[in-house]
């Protein structure tokens, strides 16, 4: 593939090559590219090594990680689309080379047709969605902030919430009862975000809790990391109470938008998140596998 070439990613390079990913892509959280430097600097040394910069005589026009049998981070700067499929073909080669029986790749939907050529097929697709913040009537509903002495309620609430849900034929939402605990006590650490605990609430009846939203910040900006309701409680507006809760407090705490991924084909819950004002932003985010 004369012209393009594939190397690792410099640290002295991050700036050029977040600037290329950003170039490249609508589905992200954050345009600033400061955040994604600072995210990446503050990476281990071998996750940082697993970040690679596709090079045309020496310039940077195009991103990827590469990480065992999973490919990500994927993008080519606009001018430079003529390179995709090199791109991929470039980025599968060692993965090929190992004994991997199958590449599992994330990219958004604008490089789809360009992975399905190559015999990849989408598995399933995320997106953003956004909303504006703004001060509403408050829900009648009684709630408090959860305490780091709730994480085991909640991650049985969880447990029960995702139980047969769409995420978990895609490999979302399971897991040992451990891995659950390490998810939710992640939140709190910081995994997805600094925890917002003013902006993140619970609801509980005689049975037990009955529905949690957490709250994050993360590159820059709020993020609903969770939202749950327990079956028995469901279509009686309460998911829609939590979340007019957290928009609530955010706005006390001087933001102005709140955003949340969601999995396309979810629809009672984009149709919740569109009825409180939230809007997609960017490019869906697809998960596609390719069999060896």
């Given at each position: 593939?004369?012209?393009?070439?594939?190397?690792?990613?410099?640290?002295?390079?991050?700036?050029?090559?977040?600037?290329?990913?950003?170039?490249?892509?609508?589905?992200?959280?954050?345009?600033?590219v400061r955040l994604h430097i600072d995210r990446y600097l503050a990476l281990a040394l071998e996750e940082q090594r697993s970040?690679?910069?596709?090079?045309?005589?020496?310039?940077?026009?195009?991103?990827?990680?590469?990480?065992?049998?999973?490919?990500?981070?994927?993008?080519?700067?606009?001018?430079?689309?003529?390179?995709?499929?090199?791109?991929?073909?470039?980025?599968?080669?060692?993965?090929?080379?190992?004994?991997?029986?199958?590449?599992?790749?994330?990219?958004?939907?604008?490089?789809?047709?360009?992975?399905?050529?190559?015999?990849?097929?989408?598995?399933?697709?995320?997106?953003?969605?956004?909303?504006?913040?703004?001060?509403?009537?408050?829900?009648?509903?009684?709630?408090?902030?959860?305490?780091?002495?709730?994480?085991?309620?909640?991650?049985?609430?969880?447990?029960?919430?995702?139980?047969?849900?769409?995420?978990?034929?895609?490999?979302?939402?399971?897991?040992?009862?451990?891995?659950?605990?390490?998810?939710?006590?992640?939140?709190?650490?910081?995994?997805?975000?600094?925890?917002?605990?003013?902006?993140?609430?619970?609801?509980?009846?005689?049975?037990g809790l009955s529905g949690v939203a957490l709250v994050t910040h993360w590159m820059g900006s709020p993020l609903l990391s969770?939202?749950?309701?327990?079956?028995?409680?469901?279509?009686?507006?309460?998911?829609?109470?939590?979340?007019?809760?957290?928009?609530?407090?955010?706005?006390?705490?001087?933001?102005?938008?709140?955003?949340?991924?969601?999995?396309?084909?979810?629809?009672?819950?984009?149709?919740?998140?569109?009825?409180?004002?939230?809007?997609?932003?960017?490019?869906?985010?697809?998960?596609?596998?390719?069999?060896?």
């Open positions: 593939m004369p012209g393009l070439e594939i190397a690792p990613l410099e640290t002295a390079e991050a700036e050029p090559f977040w600037r290329v990913f950003l170039a490249g892509r609508t589905d992200v959280p954050t345009t600033d970040y690679f910069a596709f090079r045309e005589s020496g310039r940077i026009v195009g991103t990827v990680r590469i990480a065992g049998s999973f490919l990500g981070t994927f993008s080519i700067l606009p001018a430079e689309r003529r390179w995709t499929r090199d791109a991929i073909l470039l980025g599968t080669t060692a993965i090929l080379q190992g004994e991997a029986d199958r590449i599992v790749a994330s990219f958004e939907d604008s490089y789809l047709e360009d992975f399905e050529k190559l015999g990849f097929v989408e598995r399933f697709s995320r997106i953003r969605m956004e909303a504006s913040l703004g001060k509403t009537d408050p829900p009648s509903v009684p709630m408090s902030h959860p305490e780091v002495t709730d994480v085991e309620d909640i991650v049985r609430f969880l447990m029960h919430v995702y139980e047969g849900h769409i995420e978990q034929q895609f490999g979302m939402h399971t897991g040992s009862d451990g891995e659950w605990r390490d998810y939710v006590t992640g939140i709190w650490k910081g995994d997805s975000g600094t925890y917002l605990p003013v902006a993140s609430w619970a609801a509980r009846d005689s049975a969770e939202l749950g309701v327990r079956g028995d409680a469901r279509r009686r507006g309460l998911g829609r109470a939590l979340v007019v809760q957290s928009m609530n407090a955010l706005v006390d705490l001087g933001y102005d938008r709140l955003g949340l991924y969601v999995t396309v084909g979810n629809n009672p819950a984009v149709n919740l998140y569109k009825a409180l004002g939230f809007r997609q932003v960017g490019g869906r985010s697809v998960n596609a596998l390719r069999e060896l």
